[in-house]
């Protein structure tokens, strides 16, 4: 049988652009690793928190979004696990870890923004159940990190404390009550009812919270909390995480 694992997915192949030391190796960037639900912030608060601390970022749930992307391109219905696994056999994956300069490309397609559709919302939890993918994706993501040329990146995602790097030397679970998330992504997609955006989103992490859990925090995982803080207080809560975490490890 073929394998349907893409050629850059599968083990000892680097991604394109990026030379590959050994992981663990005394140059492999520090990981901030950061999980919690829809619209909490995982994004734009981890790109910002890595920007101030000159680090890269890596969006984990890029990777799954371009995936849904490729797969409806292909006419694919992405609960259909048989036939998410046909496409992913010809999906070829990039994406940037620079803050000031974020690209997703499938196919040498500029995806960045495709990727964001409700169409590609609305799909990406079925190419999301299939373990096969969860599994090569994430062997993906620890070796972009650890061949990036970097101090250090902050990843997130939903498994990203807990599957993908539960060695993280930081690891946060950031999460916000979920009537505050509905309301900060409604404000995010002013053209769409915000009834149907927040009932999107609840059933959204409650298909993703069936193959991951993302809303307790695993031993060792600190949760920042931003229901009443603002963006630049929930950067800031962040940051502190990084500071003392990274300050206890150091002896500071
Ligand atoms: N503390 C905050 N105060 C106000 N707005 C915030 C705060 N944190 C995040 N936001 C805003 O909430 C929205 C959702 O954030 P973001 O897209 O980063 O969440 P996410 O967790 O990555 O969501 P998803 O998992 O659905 O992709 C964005 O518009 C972001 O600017
Ligand atoms: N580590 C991850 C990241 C994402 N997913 C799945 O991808 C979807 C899109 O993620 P966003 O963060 O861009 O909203 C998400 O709904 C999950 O289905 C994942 O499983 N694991």
């Given at each position: 049988m073929t394998d349907p694992t893409p050629a850059l997915f599968r083990p000892g192949l680097a991604a394109p652009g990026f030379a590959a030391p050994?992981?663990?190796?005394?140059s492999a960037p520090v990981i901030v690793a950061i999980d919690g639900p829809a619209g909490s912030g995982k994004s734009s608060v981890s790109k910002a928190t890595a920007a101030r601390l000159g680090y890269g970022f890596l969006d984990t749930g890029a990777a799954y979004r371009a995936l849904a992307w490729h797969a409806l391109e292909h006419g694919?219905?992405?609960?259909d696990s048989t036939a998410v696994l046909e496409v992913f056999g010809d999906f070829d994956y990039a994406i940037s870890l620079d803050t000031t300069d974020r690209w997703v490309r499938v196919g040498g397609v500029d995806v960045t923004t495709a990727i964001r559709e409700p169409r590609v919302t609305d799909a990406v939890s079925g190419v999301a159940r299939v373990g096969a993918v969860r599994q090569a994706v994430n062997q993906l993501f620890r070796r972009l990190v650890a061949s990036a040329?970097?101090?250090?990146v902050v990843v997130e995602g939903r498994d990203i404390t807990t599957v993908v790097f539960p060695d993280a030397p930081v690891r946060i679970l950031l999460t916000a009550a979920p009537e505050v998330r509905a309301a900060r992504r409604s404000a995010e997609l002013t053209d769409q009812d915000a009834a149907k955006v927040a009932a999107a989103l609840h059933k959204r992490d409650a298909a993703d919270s069936t193959v991951v859990d993302f809303l307790t925090a695993a031993e060792g995982v600190e949760v920042v909390d931003s229901t009443h803080l603002d963006f630049e207080q929930t950067v800031d809560a962040v940051l502190n995480v990084v500071d003392s975490t990274m300050g206890a490890r150091d002896g500071r």
């Open positions: 050994a992981e663990g190796s005394a694919v219905d992405t609960s040329a970097l101090r250090g």
